[in-house]
């Protein structure tokens, strides 16, 4: 009777330390997904277009003027361990403003700055250049042109911001182009319009 109680005892304890034993070596061995494949970082941020009314204050809009526009950003060249300080890392860009009536058209460079104010609304801003099939000087000039004194150009842009979707957004923008006093006739010109935009 002893004898059968004991080795009863004795398989248990056997069946308890191989079971302990095989979860412990299950353990060490790496799970498939313990090491999720690396992401290869996109160079695209974000794609908009959209349409702009041309310098609606000034000649280039006088009779009514329209834009076909178009923006490519690019990935922040680096990140930030804070959130706050990422807000300060621009995104470049590369765009373009296409007239629909032969007046100026343009094409631009530059930065943006994108803020949050909630995780559905934003502002930006954003800084660079453009080069122009515009009128540099005021002679010769037709009714619906403005002399913007050189090229390239200054721009600013402004926008304010709705998130659809963790894609898409749509966006109100003005823009500014001048020539801020490096060269003569520096009226500038100003559109307005509005934006898709779909992030990658």
């Known amino acids: ?17 191989g079971a302990s034993g095989a979860h412990a070596a299950d353990a060490k061995r790496p799970s498939p997904t313990a090491y999720p494949a690396a992401t290869q970082p996109s160079l695209l941020s974000e794609f908009r277009i959209g349409f ?10 006088r009779d009514g003027s329209a834009n076909l526009t178009g923006e490519i950003l690019f990935a922040k060249p680096f990140t ?18 296409l ?5 100026t058209s343009f094409a631009y460079a530059g930065l943006t700055w994108t803020f949050n104010l909630t995780p559905t609304f934003f502002v930006e801003g954003s800084l660079g250049g453009a080069i122009h099939n515009g ?11 403005q002399a913007l004194g050189c090229s390239p150009l200054f721009r ?15 966006m109100a923008t003005v823009e500014h182009l001048s020539n801020a006093g490096a060269c003569s ?5 100003t559109n307005i319009g509005a934006r898709v935009g779909y992030t990658f």
């Open 156 to 170: 600013e842009s402004g926008s304010v911001g709705v998130r659809l979707s963790a894609n898409w957004s749509v």
């Open 80 to 97: 930030a361990s804070d959130l706050f300080t990422s807000y300060f890392i621009p995104r470049p860009h590369i765009g373009g403003s």
């Open 99 to 103: 007239n629909f009536d032969g007046r």
């Open 52 to 61: 702009s009314a041309q310098d609606p204050w000034g000649p280039e809009g």
């Open 185 to 189: 006739e520096n009226r500038g010109l």
């Open 1 to 17: 009777m002893r004898s059968g109680i004991a080795t009863g005892l004795g398989l248990l304890v056997f069946t308890t330390l």
């Open 135 to 145: 009128e540099k000087n005021p002679y010769g000039l037709s009714g619906h042109h």
